[in-house]
């Protein structure tokens, strides 16, 4: 089931464009609330409401415990509660826009809260453990090929500055600057931020712009990693590097490009780099988000102590 051209389909349709044009949405972030919002859409529909303007704050409520439940007429699962939390956002700024436009009096769900979702603490690898990944990656040797250039260089990126898989495959040639040894990312909301370089990731993005791009570039193109038709390289295929340089690595368990974040942002840390500085060079809003990984490191903290202290039991 798709938005449709009845009402509530057309209202649906109308909060999104408004989200695209008017707020300027990232594709991702549309692509997210129009899944919240089709199955929002459904939930309506299964109740026989047809307008926004007829949903009741009880409708609201009940949707999430739909959620809770799942449908397994429509194989569908039950929601973790950061998910339910995630589509209530969605489903607020929908009845927020539809008062606003006169689609409906009142706000039904401004007064309903999301789940408190249970703080998971990030997930991040000791440093032999990445640096494994980053050898198995491939690059210079008998073995060098343009592609394990580009895939030692991408790996090299991701850890040494901490960048979403979003920001390292957007980058631009111009985008890096060797003589000043940083990156020019672009996170969320296209907010900029300038984040050094380490001398092994700028000796790997080196050798690849100059063994290893050339070889995959058939027409000009800006962007700094390519795949092996010259295009720029998708998140999908440098998430498809990372899972490949794991399992050579030898590693048994789930590594996804935001394990290497974290594991920048906890090894700053552990290092001794101050929160703020971390928050910046992540490029978080708030630095509430940023200290989370000061409890990853007060928990490795605690397991020496219970370990090598004689009086911890």
Known sequence: MELDDTTLGDQIRRYL???????GAAPNTLSSYGRDLLRYQRYLVSRQIGDLGDVAEEDVREFLVALRRG?????????????????????????KFAVAESMAATDVA???????????????????????ILEAAGGSGPSETPRTLRDRALMELLYSCGARISEAVSLDIEDVTSETGAVLLRGKGGKERLVPVGGPALEALDAYLVRGRPALVSKFNPALFLNSRGGRLSRQSAWQ??????????????????????????????????????QELLGHASVTTTQVYTLVTVSAMREVYATAHPRAR
Request: net charge positive.
């Open 71 to 95: 449908d397994p007429d429509r194989d569908e699962k039950p929601l973790a509660d950061s998910s339910v939390a995630r589509t209530l956002v969605a489903t607020r700024g929908l009845h």
């Open 241 to 278: 590097v990372l899972a490949d340089s794991a399992q050579r690595a030898g590693l048994d368990k789930a590594v996804s490009p935001h394990t290497l974040r974290h594991s920048f942002a906890t090894h700053l840390l552990d290092g001794g780099a101050d929160v703020r500085v971390v």
């Open 110 to 132: 401004h007064a309903v809260r999301p789940p408190k979702a249970a703080r998971r603490l990030p997930k991040s690898l000791p440093v032999d453990e990445v640096i494994a």
């Open 17 to 23: 464009d408004h989200l695209a044009v008017e707020r």
